[in-house]
C-alpha cells in the first residue's frame, strides 16, 4: 500500500515516491535520477550510488509535497480500466501523432548537419529503432495486454474466475514489457548524452532546434509513462 503521510522515506523505492506524489517526479529529473526504469532502487540506494546527501534530498522532496496540492490525478487510486485508457488516450495518442514525424525530422538533420555534427546521425538511427520498436509494444499493450486485464478486472468485480488464457497472457506479457521499457528508456537516454542533453550548437538551423525540442519533449512523455505503467499499472495487473 502507498502511503503518502508518513513511513521511512529513505527505505522507500523512488517508484513508489513518484507514484504517492507525481510532484516528486521533478526533484529526481533535476538530480539526473530515474524514475521509471530505475523505479525499483531504494531513496537511501540511490543517495549512496549518486553521492548525494540523503537529509538534502528528502528535504526538497518534502517541499515540494507541501507546495499547494495541484488538483490533480490521483492515478494509484484510479481504476484499472480507466487508467489503462487514460494512457492510451493521453501518451499512446502522443506517440501515435509524433514518433513518425520526429523520426522524419531527425533524419532531415542527419543529412543537413551530419557532417559538422556526427552525433546526430546517429540520433536518428537510434530514433528510427526507437520508433519501430515503440510502434510493436504500442500494439501489443492496446490490442493484447491492456484488453487482458480489462476482461480479468471485469471477472474478479463480478465474482467470476478470470478467463485461464489471459491470465497467462498477463503473466507473459508483463515480463515483455518491463524489458521493452529498459530497452526504449536506454536507447532515448543515449540520445540525451550523444545530443549533451539537447544543447543546440550555434551554426545550426530552425529544424535542428525544433528536433532536440521535440526529443526532449519525448523523453519527458516516456518518462512519464513508463512510470505509469512500470509503477502503478503493471504492479496492479500482476495482482490480479
Ligand atoms: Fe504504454
Ligand atoms: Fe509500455
Given at each position: 500500500m502507498h502511503d503518502s503521510t508518513t513511513g521511512n522515506t529513505p527505505a522507500k523505492t523512488i517508484g513508489d515516491i513518484v507514484a504517492d506524489d507525481f510532484r516528486t517526479a521533478k526533484v529526481f529529473e533535476s538530480h539526473g535520477i530515474?524514475?521509471?526504469?530505475?523505479?525499483?532502487?531504494t531513496l537511501a540506494a540511490i543517495c549512496t550510488e549518486k553521492g548525494l546527501d540523503l537529509a538534502a534530498l528528502t528535504g526538497e522532496l518534502e517541499a515540494v509535497k507541501s507546495e499547494p496540492a495541484e488538483r490533480g490525478h490521483n492515478y494509484t487510486a484510479w481504476a484499472l480500466p480507466f487508467l489503462a485508457d487514460y494512457i492510451v488516450n493521453t501518451h499512446h495518442a502522443y506517440l501515435h501523432e509524433n514518433s513518425g514525424q520526429i523520426a522524419a525530422y531527425a533524419n532531415k538533420i542527419a543529412e543537413v548537419h551530419g557532417s559538422h555534427h556526427p552525433e546526430v546521425i546517429r540520433i536518428a538511427t537510434i530514433f528510427d529503432k526507437i520508433a519501430a520498436d515503440m510502434a510493436a509494444h504500442l500494439k501489443e499493450e492496446e490490442e493484447v495486454f491492456f484488453p487482458a486485464i480489462k476482461r480479468t478486472d471485469a471477472a474478479r468485480i463480478a465474482g467470476n474466475t478470470p478467463d485461464a488464457q489471459d491470465r497467462e497472457t498477463i503473466q507473459a506479457s508483463l515480463l515483455k514489457l518491463y524489458r521493452e521499457h529498459e530497452e526504449i528508456g536506454d536507447a532515448v537516454h543515449t540520445i540525451r548524452h550523444l545530443s549533451k542533453e539537447y544543447a543546440i550548437p550555434d551554426d545550426v538551423c530552425n529544424t535542428f532546434l525544433l528536433t532536440y525540442r521535440k526529443l526532449k519533449e519525448f523523453e519527458d512523455d516516456l518518462h512519464k509513462h513508463v512510470h505509469l505503467e512500470n509503477n502503478i499499472l503493471f504492479p496492479k495487473a500482476a495482482e490480479l
Open positions: 530515474d524514475f521509471c526504469c530505475g523505479g525499483k532502487v
